[in-house]
Structures are given as structure tokens and as C-alpha cells.
């Protein structure tokens, strides 16, 4: 019997990047958060990360198994990836059963329960994050304390982190130490440490063409002109350029804009997208930290962006190849 091809029309791309490559560059761009952050709360980081990453990848192997019934996708790295994202925004002393939790939601409910990699409409990581967060709010928001003095440098959130130091009044925006918030010294959740980690990663990222600019530029740049505009509109002062720097130190903002928002599957496709959609989510985090119950709002923004990310793929297109514009 004759081979039978399949030919499809042009234009016809070639890439040298498969899923598994672009993952395994995700995860080498997530080690020097890693290891700041092991370096910080110790050796439960690592305890954190393990569990994390085998239940996520236990989840869907079980899931594919004997649910869909498929061919293995765990050769993918999309798992590993989803099980580090999800260890990176926990505390470094939450209890190994709601890690677990937090795995078959972000797992079983967020990916598999869509059809997997490609079909799921919001980041899983962030939906099992949420999910803990709203069900274990206590055991989500209370971190170890570092110790009083690193390098020379008195630590003043022992125990809780900046941006709710700030929002319950303890701390000024002014009296942070921005400079340990950039190099790793802060409370927080495990991926939230070291601002400088987390855009190395980034850098790494866009030397190997995993990611693009355009998303963490919207996000980081709407979230430090929103600050500005605040803090102006507020008589300036000290906090005119302490507020921006502030909030994109603090939080998850960087590993947000930079690991989370940039997903493939929940973001939008074309350039102009990704920045409305940056955009959006830098406004709705802002709005959030400072109006809002909750001292951080990135996950919250990123998933209400996910939910508009079709939306925006419906309205912003780029021109179809070979169709002419016809001159005015």
C-alpha cells in the first residue's frame, strides 16, 4: 500500500522548539529563585519544591491513566513546570496535605479537566494557588521569619511580608527597604523573595526566545505609572518614586508579569495583545493591593485577564497573510 502524505497549504514554519524544550528553559530560568529562596528559609524550600513537583506530575499521570486514558504527556515538562509555579507561591512552612490539595486542583481541575496542555483557559498554577488561598487562608499567608539581620541589613518583616505590613498600617511605603526586597531578604512566599532572581530568570528567557518582551513590560510599566499617578495625585513627596519602586519589588509582581502571565495557553497570541492584556493585569493588581481586601492581587488579576485573553484574540488580529488593503 502506498504512503499516504498529508499536505497542507503554506506558508510553512519551522521551529527548532518543542514543548519540552521551551519547559525545560522555564525551569532553568526558575532556578536562581530557587536557590535565594533555599539560601533564605533553608532546607524546606527544597521540601516544598518535592512535593509540589511529584504531585503534580503523580496527578496527571494518574489522570491520564486511568481517567482519559491517553498516551503519556508527562514527557512534556508541563507538570514539572506547574508543580515549581505552584511551590513558588506557597510559604516555605505550609503543611505537605495542602500542597497536595493544591496540586489536584491545579492538576485535575484547571488542566486535565479541560483536555490538558493547550486546552485549559486559566494558568493552573495560579488557579490551585487561589484555591488554597480562599480555603486555607491562614496557613497561605503566614510565613517563617528570616532572620533579624542579613549581611549587615536589619530585616523589619520578620514574618510577614511588605505589601501587608503596608496595608495593615505597620510599615511605610518610605521606610522599606527596597534594597532587600530587590536582592531576596523579605518575607513572602517562596518565589516572591529576590526581585533580582526572578529577572535574571527572565533575561534568560528572553535570550532563549521562550518569551517575549511585551507582556512584562505591560505589566511591570501600568503597574509602576499607576503608583506614580497614586502617589501624585496624593501630593508626592518621598512616595512619588518610592511607591512605584515598592510594589514592583514586593509581591508576586515579578514572578507574575514574568512566569505566570507570559503562559502560552492563557495568554494572548498576537503583540498588541499582549499588551492590553499586560496592561490589564498591572491596573487590576494595583487596584487591588491598594483598594482591595487582599495585599496582593496579581493571581487574582492574571486569572480576570486569562478570562479575557479569547476576547482579545477575537478583536486583535493582525492582518491575514496575502490580503490586500485597499489605499484611501
Known amino acids: 500500500m502506498a504512503?499516504?502524505?498529508?499536505?497542507?497549504?503554506?506558508?510553512?514554519?519551522?521551529?527548532?522548539?518543542?514543548?519540552?524544550?521551551?519547559?525545560?528553559?522555564?525551569?532553568?530560568?526558575?532556578?536562581?529563585?530557587?536557590?535565594?529562596?533555599?539560601?533564605v528559609y533553608g532546607l524546606?524550600?527544597?521540601?516544598?519544591?518535592?512535593?509540589?513537583?511529584?504531585?503534580?506530575?503523580?496527578?496527571?499521570?494518574?489522570?491520564?491513566?486511568?481517567?482519559?486514558?491517553?498516551?503519556?504527556?508527562?514527557?512534556?515538562?508541563?507538570?514539572?513546570?506547574?508543580?515549581l509555579l505552584l511551590a513558588f507561591n506557597l510559604p516555605a512552612n505550609i503543611p505537605w496535605w495542602i500542597i497536595v490539595i493544591g496540586a489536584v486542583v491545579a492538576i485535575g481541575v484547571a488542566k486535565m479537566?479541560?483536555?490538558?496542555l493547550g486546552h485549559n483557559p486559566?494558568?493552573?498554577?495560579?488557579?490551585?494557588?487561589?484555591?488554597?488561598?480562599?480555603?486555607?487562608?491562614?496557613?497561605?499567608?503566614?510565613?517563617?521569619?528570616?532572620?533579624?539581620?542579613?549581611?549587615?541589613?536589619?530585616?523589619?518583616?520578620?514574618?510577614?511580608?511588605?505589601?501587608?505590613?503596608?496595608?495593615?498600617?505597620?510599615?511605610?511605603?518610605?521606610?522599606?527597604n527596597l534594597g532587600?526586597?530587590?536582592?531576596?531578604?523579605?518575607?513572602?512566599?517562596?518565589?516572591?523573595?529576590?526581585?533580582?532572581?526572578?529577572?535574571?530568570?527572565?533575561l534568560y528567557m528572553l535570550w532563549r526566545r521562550v518569551i517575549t518582551w511585551h507582556i512584562p513590560v505591560a505589566v511591570l510599566g501600568s503597574m509602576a505609572a499607576f503608583a506614580f499617578i497614586v502617589a501624585l495625585m496624593q501630593g508626592g513627596g518621598a512616595e512619588l518614586y518610592a511607591l512605584p519602586a515598592f510594589h514592583l519589588f514586593a509581591g508576586g509582581a515579578m514572578l507574575g508579569a514574568i512566569f505566570m502571565a507570559t503562559d502560552y495557553v492563557t495568554s494572548p497570541m498576537t503583540p498588541k495583545g499582549m499588551l492590553i492584556y499586560g496592561v490589564g493585569?498591572?491596573?487590576?493588581?494595583?487596584?487591588?493591593?491598594?483598594?482591595g481586601a487582599y495585599p496582593e492581587g496579581m493571581s487574582f488579576a492574571i486569572l480576570l485577564m486569562n478570562a479575557v485573553t479569547p476576547l482579545i484574540n477575537k478583536y486583535v488580529k493582525p492582518r491575514r497573510f496575502g490580503v490586500i488593503t485597499a489605499k484611501k
Open 3 to 39: 504512503n499516504k502524505f498529508i499536505i497542507a497549504t503554506a506558508p510553512h514554519m519551522h521551529s527548532p522548539l518543542s514543548t519540552q524544550s521551551l519547559m525545560r528553559d522555564v525551569i532553568v530560568a526558575l532556578m536562581p529563585a530557587l536557590v535565594v529562596s533555599a539560601l
Open 44 to 83: 524546606s524550600v527544597l521540601y516544598v519544591t518535592a512535593i509540589a513537583v511529584v504531585s503534580c506530575v503523580l496527578v496527571e499521570f494518574l489522570i491520564q491513566k486511568y481517567l482519559i486514558k491517553g498516551a503519556s504527556t508527562l514527557g512534556n515538562l508541563s507538570a514539572v513546570v506547574t508543580g
Open 113 to 116: 479537566t479541560f483536555g490538558g
Open 122 to 176: 486559566f494558568n493552573p498554577a495560579l488557579v490551585g494557588r487561589v484555591f488554597l488561598l480562599i480555603a486555607y487562608p491562614v496557613q497561605m499567608t503566614s510565613f517563617p521569619e528570616i532572620e533579624p539581620v542579613v549581611g549587615g541589613i536589619v530585616d523589619t518583616f520578620s514574618g510577614a511580608t511588605p505589601l501587608a505590613a503596608v496595608k495593615s498600617g505597620a510599615l511605610s511605603v518610605v521606610d522599606a
Open 180 to 202: 532587600s526586597m530587590f536582592g531576596g531578604f523579605t518575607g513572602g512566599s517562596m518565589g516572591e523573595l529576590s526581585a533580582a532572581a526572578l529577572l535574571a530568570g527572565g
Open 281 to 291: 493585569i498591572g491596573v487590576i493588581t494595583m487596584v487591588i493591593r491598594l483598594w
